[in-house]
């Protein structure tokens, strides 16, 4: 059962209806290259990650199952309505991940790495509610200097101009 104050529910649904009606707003080039709507952009101090987004509750459970790989700079988030405590398991995840857990302001509570497993034991568990969860490839959080306390900034894929 998940319980959630009204004090820390609102800095939550403020990002959230902020973030989600800008995910609508996708220009349209006739580039077959368009990222689709559930692409957004995180960046990590001058760093840069393209990710994924998991909203729905099959989202959520698929994950980033039977990926056999992901590249340096991807990711999935996964986004929730409320904070909360929350557990992830790597069935049938074939790549080694680390999850970064968040608050709704994007602050990096703590980082877990998680290992393949062909069950849905032993799961990796926040230590605090969280709002959102990225997961990237092994030991990315490390490689780019990104630690608990951090604050990540996520963007709707198409307000971010990918031109150097």
């Keep these: 059962m998940h319980f959630l104050t009204r004090n820390n529910r609102i800095p939550l649904l403020s990002f959230m209806m902020t973030l989600f009606p800008a995910l609508a707003v ?16 995180i960046t990590a101090g001058r760093d840069t990650l393209h990710v994924t ?10 994950g980033l ?3 056999k790989n992901l590249k340096e700079n991807e990711g999935m988030l996964f986004l929730y309505e409320e904070e909360t405590m929350m557990t992830f398991w790597m069935k049938n995840t074939f790549i080694p991940l680390d999850i970064a857990f968040m608050n ?7 980082i877990q790495t998680m290992h393949h497993t062909n069950t849905m034991t032993p799961r990796t568990t926040s230590r605090a509610p969280s709002s959102m969860a990225l997961e990237v490839g092994s030991g990315w959080f490390a490689r780019h200097g990104v630690e608990a306390g951090d604050t990540l900034t996520i963007l709707p ?8």
């Design 26 to 41: 996708q220009p349209h080039d006739g580039s077959s290259q368009q990222r689709p709507d559930n692409w957004m952009i």
């Design 53 to 62: 987004t998991a909203v729905t509750e099959m989202e959520q459970k698929t």
């Design 65 to 67: 199952m039977w990926r």
């Design 104 to 110: 709704g302001n994007g602050i990096v509570t703590e």
């Design 157 to 164: 894929f198409s307000v971010y101009d990918e031109s150097p």
